[in-house]
Each structure stands twice: as C-alpha cells, then as structure tokens.
C-alpha cells in the first residue's frame, strides 16, 4: 500500500520524525507491507496524487503552499479517498 504524506518535512517537528515510524509499525502490526513517502505541498497533483492508496495530512503549517495541501485534502473528498488528517 502506498500512502503519502503530504505536508514539509522539518526534522524539528516531533510530530514529523516519527509519523513515518508510527505508520510503518501500525502496518506490520496489520500485516499490511506500506510504503510511505513524504510528498511537499509544492509538488501536489492529480497526477501523483492518483498513485497512492491512501493520503496523511500532515501537521505544521504553515505549509510552503497552502493551495497544495487543499488540493489533496479535495482529491480525497472527490475520489472517496482514505486520508488522515493531524
């Protein structure tokens, strides 16, 4: 399963250093095999978007393009989606 995470990585943020971990030991927990990548606001697309199974809001704004993490949050209401939203 691909999931990603759409927000700007800052190593600073708590929150950001573990979510990938936090998914990753959900998943094995599940049994599911997820790989998760970070996806920065800037680059947000259909096209991208289209490619992953489930989508992960990510905490701490403001975002490098608020424009980009409201099309994703879209994308998911318009494509019945899953998405996680911190």
Request: aromatic share 8%.
């Amino acid at each position: 399963m691909r999931i990603a995470i759409i927000g700007d990585y800052n190593p600073e943020f708590e929150s950001h250093r573990v979510t990938v971990p936090s998914i990753a030991l959900a998943a094995a927990s599940a049994r599911i095999d997820a790989n998760v990548e970070w996806l920065p606001t800037t680059k947000v697309s259909e096209k991208i978007l289209s490619s992953y199974e489930g989508l992960w809001a990510a905490s701490g704004s403001p975002y490098h393009s608020m424009d980009g993490m409201l099309r994703a949050i879209r994308f998911t209401r318009e494509r019945l989606r899953p998405m996680v939203a911190t």
